[in-house]
């Protein structure tokens, strides 16, 4: 099982980014996902978690109503949609998974995508 990110980039303050992570070998929907971040000289940290389902999510309060994860089981593919974004969420973001069918805050997942960088310019 390997998620691998897609989709980040450079972005002004206030705009949108859609992240994507493709995930192979068993089939989606017996994964909980989740996206993390890390920015520079700080530790990882939860953003947002998908059940396997996709019918229940959680997030960070720092991305509430600004980010929304979902899933598409049928291409094994979790997104992250990030609206009014700030320089603040300026960091590399990782895609996880761990098997079960609920949403999980926790750091504890099995499998880890090698990331992908998010800029956001002031």
């Known amino acids: 099982v390997q998620p691998v990110e897609s989709g980040g980039g450079l972005v002004q303050a206030g705009g949108s980014l859609r992240l994507s992570c493709a995930v192979s070998?068993?089939?989606?929907?017996?994964?909980?996902m989740a996206w993390f971040r890390q920015a520079p000289g700080k530790e990882r940290e939860f953003v947002a978690t998908?059940?396997?389902?996709?019918?229940?999510?959680y997030y960070a309060d720092s991305v509430k109503g600004r980010f929304t994860i979902s899933r598409d089981n049928a291409k094994n593919t979790v997104y992250l949609q990030m609206n009014s974004l700030k320089p603040e969420d300026t960091a590399v973001y990782y895609c996880?998974?761990?098997?079960?069918?609920?949403?999980?805050?926790?750091?504890?997942?099995?499998?880890w995508g090698q990331g992908t960088q998010v800029t956001v310019s002031s």
């Open positions: 070998g068993r089939p989606g929907s017996s994964y909980t």
């Open positions: 998908i059940s396997g389902s996709g019918g229940r999510t």
């Open positions: 996880a998974a761990r098997s079960g069918l609920r949403p999980y805050t926790g750091t504890e997942y099995d499998y």
